[in-house]
């Protein structure tokens, strides 16, 4: 069975979410590794994508209480911020001119419309027009369209208007309600996700699609979670990329469970790049991972690092993650990349390749 399933992958035939589970059980590490490998290096050769970009995090306020966040905060305790447009362009004054991608999520403001958030898109371009707008979850868009008495179409049509060019993955966790119902149950049915993602990809915005692993949930639910993204997939074709995103277990209601091993975080990337046929890219996100662990994670079927950051995500750091202050220059991306034998290509949030 499991040598049957192995040829299978090779010869480019799709497994089934039962054979997949028999991969992750049955077969060693090593083989799935060379496996996952196998399948990145014969899409695209040795080359390993990465993106000058910057993230706008513009508040920690949320209506939402998910038990895995480190990063919601109320107003008046430590950490919180709710920073105004015009701090935001400040900020994006001090951002060189070659980011390719501003990238935009933060908690779900319990007071800010369309209006607010058209008029952000609006200023973020009028500092780097250069650069393309992805941003917003799924579940700051459905809050953004309640607040406004829109509906999702007319809502991510207005955004788009504004300067949106693509959908954020965030607020994926795990597509299986019994396990949101434990872990967010505020964020409402994965099929709230799953219809907003195939709305905006209806209207031209592409996405990403993002998986939250290691904290209740089993490997059946990731795989469970694999499936609906790439029947997705196979319906709109508008997901750019898959983003395994590991739990960690500092600073929120879940720090009781322990975080799991990067043996098995190097098995569900693995396992993503094989399952997932019909997606080009998996990412390896740097500063939830590190940098040294993201670099391996190339080896094991990514084949995009994300990008320079500049030290303006704070939602992985509050939580826990090795990278305190995620920030890398473009020259030490490409360092990392080459350090492991292969081509790093700079890239647009289009996956189109840059010549500079």
Request: with cysteine.
């Amino acid at each position: 069975m499991l040598n049957r399933i192995v040829d299978k992958v090779l010869s480019n035939q799709r497994i089934t979410e039962k054979e997949a589970l028999i991969l992750y059980n049955q077969l060693p590490l090593s083989k799935l590794v060379e496996l996952a490998h196998y399948i990145k290096t014969y899409r695209f050769d040795k080359q390993v994508f990465f993106i000058q970009n910057v993230h706008i995090e513009p508040t920690n306020s949320c209506v939402h209480r998910c038990k895995f966040c480190s990063f919601h905060k109320q107003p008046g305790e430590e950490l919180f911020w709710e920073y105004s447009i015009e701090e935001i362009q400040n900020f994006l004054k001090t951002i060189p001119k070659t980011i390719q991608e501003i990238h935009i999520t933060g908690g779900v403001h319990p007071r800010r419309d369309i209006g607010w958030y058209r008029e952000l898109l609006f200023a973020v371009k009028e500092i780097h027009p250069q650069a393309q707008i992805k941003a917003f979850t799924a579940i700051e868009i459905h809050y953004m369209a309640k607040l406004s008495s829109l509906s999702i179409s007319d809502t991510l049509t207005m955004l788009k208007n504004a300067g949106l060019n693509s959908l954020a993955g965030g607020g994926a966790e795990i597509l299986n309600d019994k396990i949101r119902m434990q872990l967010c149950p505020e964020k409402g049915q994965s099929s709230l996700w799953i219809a907003i993602h195939k709305e905006a990809h209806s209207l031209g915005i592409p996405s990403n699609a993002t998986m939250l692993y290691g904290h209740i949930e089993k490997i059946e639910h990731r795989i469970e979670h694999m499936a609906i993204i790439r029947s997705i997939q196979d319906e709109t074709h508008g997901f750019h990329a898959f983003i395994p995103l590991k739990f960690r277990n500092q600073n929120n209601y879940l720090s009781h469970v322990n975080e799991v091993s990067f043996i098995e975080d190097v098995k569900t990337f693995a396992l993503a790049r094989i399952f997932l046929d019909n997606m080009d890219h998996i990412k390896a996100y740097w500063p939830m991972i590190g940098k040294d662990k993201a670099a391996f994670l190339l080896h094991a079927g990514a084949d995009d690092i994300d990008g320079t950051i500049y030290n303006s995500t704070r939602i992985y750091s509050m939580s826990g993650s090795e990278e305190q202050k995620p920030s890398i220059t473009k020259n030490e991306l490409m360092e990392i990349i080459i350090r492991e034998k292969f081509v790093p290509v700079e890239r647009n949030i289009f996956y189109q390749k840059l010549n500079n």
